[in-house]
């Protein structure tokens, strides 16, 4: 007891030593303290105001379908999200997916010159400051939004590629019922046209019973500001169904009688009415983000397998994961809560035994429908077996990883 | 009659009103300004199936030609809408001459409705000069358009009368969603996935 309070009195007279006379630098390691990293970044007033990711952070967005973004006039249009990387829910605004109208420059918006018109079908025509907008009951609430072109192929190599065109974002608005009712629907109002303020006016029908369910305006995603390339100031979100709905840098809704079939809707149109009903509303889905394509198993042993799983159908009730291509399935973990609309983290324990095995994750939503493996659908469509499958309207066919016996990750889409 | 009924009596007319602006759904919160019919006029470029908000203006092919060398359409569309770097304007030769969705995904043979061709040029072109077309060199860009495909003769003339009475081929050849459809259901009835 007496010898330890003199080395606690020694230590402390030289540590005073030390601090007095000679630089922090030089000073040895105290017991029980490992040497620290080897370089640090001093404060700087930019850092301090506004943080950034750490420089071995280097996961990043791609062009997605193969054509450039930004292209040779600097327009952006498909760019997918490295899902490979996520973790939790959440995608971070720098990395969320985005897709445009024909591609386009990111406008730069100023909030205060910022309007939003309502007008059409309504009783009192209205047009919103940001200001305005703030002012009116808000709701938060977490939303994916997937790309209608999120349809994975054999020659996808990773999950960036063949998934990488959804994101979930937390969402801040006003619902557009509100505002709606604010202006005061008339009879025959059966469709709203959305419309943004950027270059091309990008501009799409959604029905009004969509509109006055869940649509929200959003002026903020993940905290902070709704981001330019995300539509800042004002974008609108159409909970779950196809993203090109989900009208960005909005300045407009005009409440109209039919489908107005603008170029956005055009664009989407379909030949078969089974597809055009499987294109609106996003179906149960979900993708095994690791192990995914690409990805290297250090060794055999104990993994946790993690994916995520959404469906436009509402909240994911039940993912099942199999380990053995789909001969078997085992209920996976659900991280957190699993809200309407919204990516859902899945996870199961896997102690790999080092053979080669084909991973796969199955998606049931809250209205029961399932998540199908491309020759299901091949089946309820009475297709030639052997043919290759085109899943009608949205893609949310089941995703198959093959683990090698060298650890390595692929796609094994037929 | 009673004080009450008489009372009820004085202020029916104020009932009334009440009663009346409540059915046609009174503003809650009363936030946001009434535009100007000039301003919704400015800004209400979103034309319908059924042509209503179509401008006054007029153009046919010949000049629809003029216009698409004068404003550089060349430069991208090629020189007759086919062979630049954005899509090509004009169907291809496959497929039966019935089946308008054999002609590939292109705006002016593809679209169900004249009105979304004249909508998309007006609003999206030229590439970084959109919404300086005049109606007059939009109507004449449009009929040039579906000279290319066959749709209309050269010396036709379009205007917001005879615009919306183009025939599109593809008219009643697409799928609308279902109308049975409501939040909550699922996406195609019967179907598990």
């Keep these: ?414 | 009659m009673g004080v009450c009924t008489m009372r009820l009596l004085r202020f029916l007319p104020l009932l009334i009103i009440l009663w009346g602006s409540a059915h046609a759904q009174s503003p809650t919160y009363g936030i946001g300004r009434t535009p100007s019919a000039a301003e919704i006029s400015a800004w209400d470029i979103a034309i319908g199936p059924d042509g209503e908000e179509l401008p006054a203006g007029r153009g046919n092919a010949e000049e629809g030609a003029q216009v698409y060398l004068r404003k550089g359409c060349v430069a991208c569309h090629g020189t007759t809408g086919v062979g630049g770097p954005a899509p090509r304007l004009v169907k291809n030769d496959r497929g039966s001459a019935a089946d308008p969705w054999a002609w590939g995904r292109v705006l002016p043979i593809r679209s169900p409705y004249a009105t979304t061709v004249w909508d998309y040029i007006n609003r999206g072109m030229p590439l970084n000069q959109e919404g300086t077309l005049t109606p007059d060199e939009v109507y004449s860009l449009t009929a040039y358009l579906f000279f290319l495909n066959d749709l209309i003769e050269e010396d036709e003339v379009l205007d917001e009368v005879s615009l919306p009475k183009v025939e599109m081929p593809n008219l009643d050849q697409w799928a609308p969603l279902p109308d049975w459809w409501e939040p909550g259901l699922p996406r195609l009835l019967d179907y598990p996935y």
């Design chain 1, 1 to 414: 007891m007496g010898s330890k309070k003199t080395d606690r009195r020694a230590f402390l007279k030289q540590s005073a030593a030390i601090a007095g006379g000679v630089t922090l630098g030089a000073a040895k390691p105290a017991i029980g303290q490992n040497p620290g990293p080897v370089s640090f970044t001093k404060g700087s007033d930019e850092l301090v105001a506004y943080g950034e990711r750490s420089q071995f952070v280097t996961t990043t967005r791609i062009p997605h379908g193969g054509r450039a973004s930004p292209d040779a006039f600097g327009l952006d249009f498909h760019i997918a999200t490295p899902l490979q990387d996520s973790v939790g829910v959440i995608t971070p605004s720098s990395l969320h997916y985005i897709g445009t109208t024909r591609g386009s420059f990111v406008p730069e918006i100023d909030p205060t010159e910022h309007r939003l018109m309502i007008h059409g079908m309504v009783d009192r025509p209205l047009i919103f400051t940001m200001e305005d907008l703030k002012r009116l009951p808000s709701v938060t609430r977490m939303h994916f939004i997937e790309c209608a072109g999120n349809r994975a192929n054999s020659r996808h190599t990773t999950v960036q590629e063949s998934h990488g065109m959804t994101s979930c974002a937390e969402w801040t608005g006003v619902l557009l019922s509100t505002l709606l009712n604010e202006a005061g629907l008339q009879d025959g109002a059966n469709w709203i046209v959305a419309e943004g303020v950027e270059e091309v006016k990008g501009a799409s029908s959604i029905p009004i019973s969509k509109a006055m369910d869940d649509c929200l305006i959003c002026y903020g995603m993940n905290g902070e500001a709704v981001r330019p390339q995300q539509g800042f100031p004002l974008r609108l979100l159409a909970p779950g169904f196809e993203g090109i709905l989900s009208v960005k840098w909005l300045r407009r809704i005009k409440v109209v009688d039919q489908f107005y079939m603008t170029y956005n809707d055009y664009g989407h149109l379909r030949q078969q009415a089974d597809d055009a009903a499987l294109s609106m509303q996003i179906g149960p889905k979900s993708v095994i983000t690791a192990p995914s394509g690409g990805q290297q198993l250090p060794g055999r042993g104990f993994y946790e397998i993690s994916g995520l799983a959404w469906s436009g159908g509402g909240a994911v009730a039940k993912v099942e994961v199999s380990t053995n291509g789909g001969e078997s399935w085992n209920d996976a973990e659900i991280r957190g809560t699993a809200h309407p609309m919204a990516h859902t983290r899945f996870t199961m324990q896997w102690n790999w035994d080092g053979s080669e095995s084909t991973l796969m994750s199955r998606c049931i939503d809250e209205l029961g429908s399932a998540q199908p493996m491309r020759a299901q659908v091949g089946e309820f469509w009475n297709q030639a077996s052997g043919e290759p499958v085109r899943v009608r309207g949205h893609d949310n066919s089941i995703m198959p990883w093959r683990v090698e016996s060298d650890g390595s990750v692929h796609n094994a889409l037929a």
